[in-house]
């Protein structure tokens, strides 16, 4: 700041000008706040009567700081120099120059020098020539030539070698072919040829095929390992005590065993038929069967090979005299055979008598009334659906159209469904047509006479709870509201809000006004104030207005915190 005067001041007082042109002591001196002097200033310190100066380029002295004396002989500026304290300072961490040495960057021990002053030459001429000796041994193990490595390195190149082989071997050996042919094969080069049943076949020989066969009544197998014939002859083995595929068990069957489940050849399968042609004998053929129930005859069962095989077994008169009678127990307790007529029908002809349920006045009545008591299934509704299945929506949204469609375990006498036309009880779907934007409850109500039952669908319509991070906008509107990143269809605010609050962000949660929200929360368990920052008409992606609250966290950058309303 400057301050311009119209004429000269004139100060009669022993104080200085300014606090800064004179200090009591040199502590305070280079205590003053570099904030408040020039790039370079001149002062003077009353405790030793010196006049310093101040320069902001000089280094941090430990006694004077940026300060430095000003010396006489003319007042020349010393700032550039080496106080006698600075210079001390510098000197304390050089080395004494001392003749004949120099300085170097690896430290020389002691005991370092001590070691190599005990050197002596070495005469290696003793272990050149053992060098030589083991050279000349190595050769000589290694068939004269010179390699790269060790007697070891080459030994173990041939085990390793031979391991290998060993393992190709033994991998061979498992996974072998075995075949079975005429005679001994022949090779010729990679090719072998052998024959089976007297048709020649070839194979390449590949160290994994083994061929079996017999020669002069002795087994024999052969094997080809990388063009080396391999051939050992081989136990026969007796199977006559063993079953083949080509034979059965059994090895003959006179056509009276009773287990014809083995049968060997065909002289077997001829006796076997012939039993069954017996037994078929005393059967009822299919065309028996048709023809007595397609006969032109006024009784066609009775024209027909099946009237005459029942005639073998029942004497004709006899059924005849018989026929359409059923059997009865008779007064004395035997079983008889009785006209139906003599029975009366059905029970609706034997009367029955109770005072307390008059109406059943037979015993077919009674009888019936009581079976449906006792066998009585409830009704049930076994399914009961609506399309499309959402049953919540935003405030503002519009259902078109709904269809349902149900399922019972019985049949119903009656039905009804809300707001929906049901032609008869056997209906089983509907469809409501009139656009839905409020709350509404469908039922289902059926009966069967005795009992009803029901089941419902509701369609419901909710605000939304808005929550997110986000700075302080210049006003609270619609996009920044619906624009947070969390949101839920709710009737309440309790509940919790994860929120992310980044640098410069606060935590904001928006809710309608009418749920009245609180202005404090729990944040990591602790009870929270919200700064309330108003209520604002919103209007959802939907459509649908209405007044909501926000409030927010007091401090931006939380990170990611968990906002409580209870």
């Known amino acids: 700041m400057a301050i311009s005067l119209l004429s ?161 071997s033994i991998q061979n050996a498992i996974n072998q072919t075995a075949i079975v042919c005429d005679e001994k094969p022949t090779i010729s080069g990679t090719t072998i040829t052998y024959y089976q049943g007297g048709v020649e076949k070839t194979v390449t020989s590949d160290n994994k095929t083994k061929f079996y066969y017999t020669a002069s009544g002795t087994n024999y197998s052969t094997i080809w390992i990388e063009g080396a014939e391999f051939t050992d002859t081989l136990a026969s083995v007796n199977f006559s005590d063993y079953v083949s595929k080509t034979n059965d068990v059994t090895s003959e069957y006179t056509g009276s065993d009773p287990d014809k489940t083995k049968v060997p050849d065909i002289g077997a399968l001829d006796d076997l038929k012939a039993l069954i042609d017996d037994d078929l004998d005393d059967k009822v053929g299919v065309g028996d069967v048709d023809s007595s129930v397609t006969a032109g005859s006024d009784n066609p069962v009775k024209s027909s090979a099946l009237y005459t095989k029942f005639g073998e077994k029942v004497d004709v008169a006899q059924g005849i005299l018989n026929e359409g009678k059923v059997l009865r127990v008779n007064n004395e307790g035997n079983l008889v055979l009785a006209d139906p007529s003599a029975l009366g029908g059905d029970a609706s002809g034997v009367s029955y008598t109770n005072a307390e349920f008059a109406s059943l006045d037979n015993v077919k009545k009674a009888l019936d009334s009581l079976f449906a008591k006792v066998y009585y299934v409830e009704p049930k509704i076994n399914s009961f659906t609506m ?144 700064v309330n920052c108003g209520t604002f008409s919103i209007t959802n992606a939907s459509g649908g207005t209405t007044t909501y609250k926000i409030v927010r966290t007091t401090q931006m950058n939380l990170g990611a915190i968990q906002m409580l309303f209870e």
């Open 8 to 168: 000269n001041l004139s100060i009669n007082a022993k104080l200085p000008n300014v606090t800064r042109d004179q200090f009591e002591t040199l502590a305070d001196l280079v205590a003053f706040s570099e904030n408040y002097l020039p790039d370079m200033y001149d002062s003077f310190c009353l405790e030793d009567g010196k006049k310093y100066r101040y320069n902001r380029s000089n280094t941090v002295d430990p006694v004077y700081g940026k300060w430095r004396e000003i010396t006489s002989g003319g007042g020349g500026d010393l700032s550039s120099y080496y106080t006698k304290v600075e210079t001390n300072t510098l000197l304390d961490d050089k080395v004494d120059v001392e003749a004949g040495k120099g300085l170097s960057s690896n430290d020389f021990t002691a005991e370092e020098k001590t070691k190599l002053a005990g050197l002596e030459n070495y005469d290696d001429t003793a272990l050149d020539a053992r060098v030589a000796a083991n050279r000349t041994d190595i050769n000589t193990l290694n068939g004269g030539v010179e390699i790269t490595g060790s007697v070891d390195r080459k030994v173990n190149s041939c085990l390793t070698a031979s391991k290998t082989y060993t393992d190709t």
């Open 387 to 530: 399309t499309p299945s959402t049953a919540e929506y935003e405030v503002g949204q519009t259902v078109s159209e709904v269809s349902f469609a149900w399922a019972y375990n019985k049949d119903v006498v009656s039905q009804t469904l809300t707001d929906c036309t049901l032609a008869d009880n056997t209906v089983r779907t509907a469809t409501y047509s009139t656009p839905i934007s409020s709350n509404k409850t469908f039922t289902l109500t059926a009966s069967d006479g005795e009992k009803s039952v029901t089941a419902s669908k509701s369609i419901s319509f909710k605000w939304k709870a808005y929550w997110g991070s986000a700075a302080t906008p210049a006003e609270f509107t619609s996009a920044f509201v619906t624009g947070l990143s969390g949101s839920k269809l709710a009737t309440t605010y309790k509940g919790t809000y994860n929120i992310t609050v980044g640098s410069g962000q606060y935590g904001f949660v928006c809710c309608p006004a009418s749920w009245n929200m609180p202005n404090t929360c729990k944040i990591g368990g602790f009870g929270t104030d919200l």
